[in-house]
């Protein structure tokens, strides 16, 4: 049973920086493209960022390039978001998702929430202005 758990949210301030973790288990984690996502109150899911499985390519929404970096560590099953620079409308709770690298998306990451198959339960990230 696949197993996402994020954890690092908290309220902060504009203009500082968080961790979030998301870490896996169920899933050959080496093997999938992982993807953040996050939703505000009364809006739709939206994508953050995404990392191949390797690691070596990673894909961010305009909103955040330049202020999150997305990471992964494969010997612990691991994936990281850190966000710098947060403004209040960086609030919502963060999600991180799955795929499996196979088919179609051996090479292909995905940026859409539709496309990938494992979810987490979510962490809440609330920026104070």
């Known amino acids: 049973q696949v197993q996402l758990v994020e954890s690092g949210g908290g309220l902060v301030q504009a203009g500082g920086s968080l961790r979030l973790s998301c870490a896996a288990s169920?899933?050959?984690?080496?093997?999938?493209?992982m993807g953040w996502f996050r939703q505000a109150p009364g809006k739709e899911r939206e994508f953050v960022a995404s990392i191949n499985w390797r690691g070596g390519r990673t894909y961010y929404a305009d909103s955040v390039k330049g202020r999150f970096t997305i990471s992964r560590d494969n010997a612990k099953n691991t994936m990281y978001l850190q966000m710098n620079s947060l403004k209040p409308e960086d609030t919502a709770v963060y999600y991180c998702?799955?795929?499996?690298?196979?088919?179609?998306?051996?090479?292909?990451?995905?940026?859409?929430?539709?496309?990938?198959?494992?979810w987490g339960q979510g962490t809440q990230v609330t920026v104070s202005s």
């Open positions: 169920g899933l050959t984690f080496s093997s999938a493209h």
């Open positions: 998702a799955a795929k499996y690298a196979s088919g179609t998306y051996y090479y292909t990451v995905p940026t859409r929430a539709y496309e990938y198959n494992y």
